[in-house]
């Protein structure tokens, strides 16, 4: 699905005229957008451009190459759902391979179970590395920040020119409803220059 692409102007305008189409979060006439020198659109704050997707991405997160998509404002936390599934789906597949091991110190045994034991110890690396994926995001969701802006803060200019370590922390509680329960885009032009944090 869209993660959140960038459309060029003419496109919202017309998206708008319609009635069609995602709400786009309204940023304040003061604040200046960076245009993006690959595909030309105006980057909102957050946005990023994703070489493989050939498109900006709103709030983008990293590019999934298991999803063959990126990650972003409108998918994320769908993401975090797929996530989630699929952590449950290898903990029954661990439990299922588990279970049908017996073990015996013998050759024979593990001539006949060494299939069985290689799947349980892929399922197991599988489980760990989800685990893993699973909290950081959580983790990163919680303070409102991304994998890309928390990989790579220096190089980014919003943060480097805020007085804030993360501008757009609002708590964890607010964090995670934004997240989760929100289906708006956010203006995050708003939350940093701290002049209206409700969502448009
Ligand atoms: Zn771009
Ligand atoms: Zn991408």
């Keep these: 699905m869209d993660p959140g692409f960038v459309k060029p102007e003419e496109e919202v305008k017309e998206g708008e005229n319609k009635g069609q189409g995602v709400v786009i979060p309204q940023i304040p006439g003061d604040v200046k957008l960076r245009r993006c020198g690959y595909c030309l659109v105006k980057q909102p704050m957050r946005a990023k451009h994703c070489q493989l997707c050939q498109h900006c991405v709103r709030r983008y997160d990293h590019h999934c190459p298991w999803l063959e998509n990126c990650v972003g404002e409108r998918n994320h936390s769908l993401f975090i759902v797929y996530l989630s599934v699929q952590l449950v789906v290898l903990l029954w597949g661990a439990h299922v391979a588990w279970s049908g091991l017996y073990f015996e110190q013998s050759w024979e045994w593990l001539q006949h179970n060494i299939f069985l034991l290689m799947s349980f110890l892929l399922i197991l690396i599988f489980t760990i590395v989800v685990l893993l994926l699973l909290v950081s995001q959580l983790y990163l969701i919680s303070c409102n920040t991304t994998t890309w802006e928390f990989m790579s803060s220096h190089r980014i200019s919003y ?42």
Excluded: M
Aim: proline share 5%.
């Design 159 to 200: 943060l480097r020119h805020s007085e804030l370590e993360n501008p757009f922390d609002q708590g964890i509680i607010l964090n995670l409803w934004r997240f989760f329960c929100s289906r708006h885009l956010t203006a995050w032009e708003n939350i940093y220059f701290h002049k209206n944090s409700e969502p448009v």
